[in-house]
């Protein structure tokens, strides 16, 4: 687990230890390597609780921003992500409270979940497996679709999770058990048909 | 399935987390309880489901344009806080000259106060808002942590 969609320009802990140090010394160009390197994952996770491309991709830019103002805060040596994560999820709470109407997480306003795909190796029914997966997350709590995405679609370490989601491991365990079971049943008929 | 402990376990188990002294707990009650095994294998299909969908990597392009996006966001912000802070100057020494200087008549002066304090009103009413909803901003507390 871990790293998964993390474009490989900023490539070790080392060189992205010594780009942050840059940064915190007002180096925007190394900022640039930072911003490529997450860039995929932030807009991920701000279309994850946004549920909205085009917003996600603007909130995520500007929590991008706040943290280049913050950086000087950062602990060298901690993990990046975690500390974004937090950042880009308060941006994507401020952006939801701003407009709260059309940004509503209700499982009542969700779409219903599509029908399973006929061959699910294929690249089309993969798209509509992909469909029917995010019809189903989108009718779970934010609390739940959260710590499913860290660990299906990012694959991160319970340790990144913890850390991300400022718990300890054992609430992550308990956390994605009841995930699990409330997409579990979102998703049984995707489910019975790969049986 | 009885202990609730190991339901939370299984999830570790599943995703190869658990220490060895859990994982042998875990695989122990895997070989004696069918519930518990049904249900691990009900969620290892889950994952198998989902696995495959990670983030999309970007191309180069689409990554260079979301950097100029950021950039020019950082950019402007500093835009911003000098225009901000050089109309402030002007204004001060403006506001200064205006009221010492001897030629304006005192009504002319008069009128050019009121629309100092009005500004000033103003510019306090939006600082005092700022002040009320940034001590209540997630961020901004997540940020001095």
Redesign the interface.
């Given at each position: 687990m871990g790293g998964a969609g993390r474009n490989p320009i900023v490539p070790g802990p080392e060189e992205e230890t010594r780009a942050i140090a840059a940064c915190q010394r007002g180096d925007r160009d190394a900022y640039g390597l930072i911003v490529k390197a997450y860039a995929a994952r932030a807009v991920d996770v701000a279309r994850s609780i946004l549920r909205d491309a085009a917003l996600a991709e603007d909130v995520a830019q500007e929590a991008f921003v706040r943290a280049f103002r913050a950086i000087r805060r950062f602990k060298l040596g901690e993990p990046f992500y975690p500390w974004l994560y937090r950042i880009l999820k308060n941006c994507c709470l401020s952006a939801l409270k701003r407009r709260p109407a059309e940004a509503s997480l209700d499982s009542e306003d969700a779409p219903p979940v599509p029908a399973a795909p006929s061959d699910p190796s294929a690249p089309a029914a993969r798209k509509e497996l992909r469909a029917a997966i995010d019809a189903a997350m989108a009718t779970l709590s934010e609390t739940h679709r959260e710590i499913l995405h860290l660990a299906h679609f990012e694959e991160l370490a319970y340790k990144e999770i913890a850390a991300c989601l400022r718990i300890p491991i054992g609430t992550v365990m308990s956390r994605l058990w009841a995930a699990r079971q409330a997409l579990k049943k979102a998703l049984a008929p995707v489910v019975e048909h790969h049986e | 399935m009885s202990d609730p402990d190991l339901?939370?376990?299984?999830?570790?188990y599943l995703?190869?987390?658990l220490e060895a002294a859990d994982r042998t707990r875990v695989e122990r009650a895997l070989a004696s309880d069918p519930d518990l095994k049904r249900e691990y294998e009900?969620?290892r299909?889950?994952?198998e489901?989902?696995?495959?969908?990670?983030?999309?990597?970007?191309s180069d392009a689409e990554?260079?344009m979301?950097?100029t996006?950021?950039?020019n966001?950082?950019e402007r912000?500093t835009a911003w806080m000098l225009l901000l802070f050089g109309f402030t100057g002007v204004v001060a020494a403006g506001a200064y000259l205006f009221f010492t200087h001897p030629w304006p008549h005192w009504s002319v002066k008069l009128a050019g106060a009121c629309g100092l304090v009005g500004t000033l009103l103003l510019l306090w009413s939006v600082w005092r808002e700022r002040c009320r909803v940034l001590p209540h901003?997630?961020?901004h507390r997540?940020?001095?942590r």
């Amino acid at each position: 687990m871990g790293g998964a969609g993390r474009n490989p320009i900023v490539p070790g802990p080392e060189e992205e230890t010594r780009a942050i140090a840059a940064c915190q010394r007002g180096d925007r160009d190394a900022y640039g390597l930072i911003v490529k390197a997450y860039a995929a994952r932030a807009v991920d996770v701000a279309r994850s609780i946004l549920r909205d491309a085009a917003l996600a991709e603007d909130v995520a830019q500007e929590a991008f921003v706040r943290a280049f103002r913050a950086i000087r805060r950062f602990k060298l040596g901690e993990p990046f992500y975690p500390w974004l994560y937090r950042i880009l999820k308060n941006c994507c709470l401020s952006a939801l409270k701003r407009r709260p109407a059309e940004a509503s997480l209700d499982s009542e306003d969700a779409p219903p979940v599509p029908a399973a795909p006929s061959d699910p190796s294929a690249p089309a029914a993969r798209k509509e497996l992909r469909a029917a997966i995010d019809a189903a997350m989108a009718t779970l709590s934010e609390t739940h679709r959260e710590i499913l995405h860290l660990a299906h679609f990012e694959e991160l370490a319970y340790k990144e999770i913890a850390a991300c989601l400022r718990i300890p491991i054992g609430t992550v365990m308990s956390r994605l058990w009841a995930a699990r079971q409330a997409l579990k049943k979102a998703l049984a008929p995707v489910v019975e048909h790969h049986e | 399935m009885s202990d609730p402990d190991l339901r939370v376990l299984l999830m570790g188990y599943l995703d190869g987390e658990l220490e060895a002294a859990d994982r042998t707990r875990v695989e122990r009650a895997l070989a004696s309880d069918p519930d518990l095994k049904r249900e691990y294998e009900e969620m290892r299909k889950l994952k198998e489901l989902t696995a495959g969908f990670a983030v999309d990597e970007r191309s180069d392009a689409e990554l260079e344009m979301f950097w100029t996006g950021v950039y020019n966001r950082m950019e402007r912000h500093t835009a911003w806080m000098l225009l901000l802070f050089g109309f402030t100057g002007v204004v001060a020494a403006g506001a200064y000259l205006f009221f010492t200087h001897p030629w304006p008549h005192w009504s002319v002066k008069l009128a050019g106060a009121c629309g100092l304090v009005g500004t000033l009103l103003l510019l306090w009413s939006v600082w005092r808002e700022r002040c009320r909803v940034l001590p209540h901003d997630r961020y901004h507390r997540e940020v001095h942590r």
